[in-house]
């Protein structure tokens, strides 16, 4: 069948992988035939998503351990670097690494954690963003994903730092996606889920029911297909079904 393995051939980034939804999308995207760079800040934890997607079959993976909360630009630039060297291509990045504190009062935050909220949530998927840009101009059809978060679209009370950075998010997302406008092989699109089954959600809502909950993984189907699809500089607020 033509579209057996709509991601064949592409290479795709994916930060956070090795736990919640970095790790879904990485098998989903292994699953439609993507060679996947698995990007994290635990090893172990990288390389038992490596075994998962071989067990299952899929194209051989990558692995890259990087700490987004201390990288710098020449980090940055070296990633960008290594898989141009490695893979010598890349079609798309899924950033899927988010940096969370647990709701409280602004008058309990501190500095340092707004920094490393800001740091991994914002900052990172632009700084990935600008130094793989010249391989991701160079592919046919590149896809970036962002992924948002409910408080950052719409702020609430107690959401502090978590919900500025994720709103800094949308705004870069913004700014991108015009700038990017112009090349018909760039495409960017935001994504902003409801509550999911997710690591996340067991730390901001300890006492609910989630079993009812979608999961990383209904999630991680759909940015998958999005993907391969044609959409591009969409904010889409996501629902099951």
């Given at each position: 069948m033509?579209?057996?393995l709509?991601l064949?051939?592409?290479v795709?980034?994916v930060?956070g992988?090795?736990?919640?939804?970095?790790?879904a999308?990485?098998?989903?995207?292994?699953?439609?035939?993507?060679?996947?760079?698995?990007?994290?800040?635990t090893?172990?934890?990288l390389?038992?998503?490596?075994?998962?997607?071989?067990a299952?079959?899929?194209?051989m993976?990558?692995?890259f351990?990087?700490d987004?909360?201390?990288?710098?630009?020449r980090?940055?630039?070296?990633?960008a670097?290594?898989?141009?060297?490695?893979?010598?291509?890349?079609?798309?990045?899924?950033?899927c690494?988010s940096?969370?504190?647990?709701?409280?009062?602004?008058?309990?935050q501190?500095?340092?954690a707004?920094?490393?909220?800001y740091?991994v949530?914002?900052?990172?998927?632009f700084?990935?963003n600008?130094?793989?840009?010249?391989?991701?101009?160079?592919?046919?059809?590149?896809g970036?994903l962002l992924?948002?978060e409910?408080?950052?679209?719409?702020?609430?009370?107690y959401?502090?730092?978590?919900?500025?950075?994720?709103a800094?998010?949308?705004?870069y997302?913004r700014?991108?996606a015009e700038e990017?406008?112009?090349?018909?092989?760039?495409?960017?699109?935001?994504v902003?889920?409801g509550?999911i089954?997710?690591?996340q959600?067991?730390?901001?809502?300890?006492?609910?029911?989630?079993s009812?909950l979608?999961t990383?993984?209904d999630?991680?189907?759909?940015?998958a297909?999005?993907?391969s699809?044609?959409?591009?500089?969409?904010?889409?607020?996501w629902?099951?079904g």
């Amino acid at each position: 069948m033509e579209n057996a393995l709509p991601l064949k051939d592409r290479v795709i980034l994916v930060t956070g992988a090795g736990q919640g939804l970095g790790r879904a999308c990485a098998l989903a995207c292994a699953a439609r035939g993507a060679t996947v760079i698995l990007l994290g800040r635990t090893t172990g934890k990288l390389e038992k998503v490596y075994d998962e997607i071989i067990a299952a079959g899929g194209p051989m993976p990558a692995i890259f351990p990087m700490d987004l909360e201390k990288a710098g630009d020449r980090d940055f630039d070296t990633l960008a670097e290594a898989i141009g060297y490695q893979m010598r291509r890349l079609d798309g990045v899924i950033h899927c690494a988010s940096e969370f504190e647990s709701p409280s009062p602004l008058g309990q935050q501190s500095i340092a954690a707004w920094q490393r909220l800001y740091k991994v949530n914002t900052l990172a998927p632009f700084a990935i963003n600008r130094s793989c840009l010249q391989l991701l101009a160079a592919a046919p059809d590149a896809g970036v994903l962002l992924i948002g978060e409910t408080h950052g679209h719409k702020p609430g009370a107690y959401w502090g730092g978590f919900a500025v950075s994720k709103a800094a998010l949308e705004t870069y997302f913004r700014i991108q996606a015009e700038e990017w406008a112009d090349a018909a092989n760039l495409r960017l699109n935001l994504v902003v889920p409801g509550p999911i089954n997710s690591p996340q959600r067991l730390r901001s809502h300890p006492g609910e029911d989630k079993s009812r909950l979608p999961t990383p993984a209904d999630l991680a189907e759909y940015l998958a297909d999005l993907m391969s699809g044609p959409e591009r500089g969409r904010l889409v607020e996501w629902r099951p079904g």
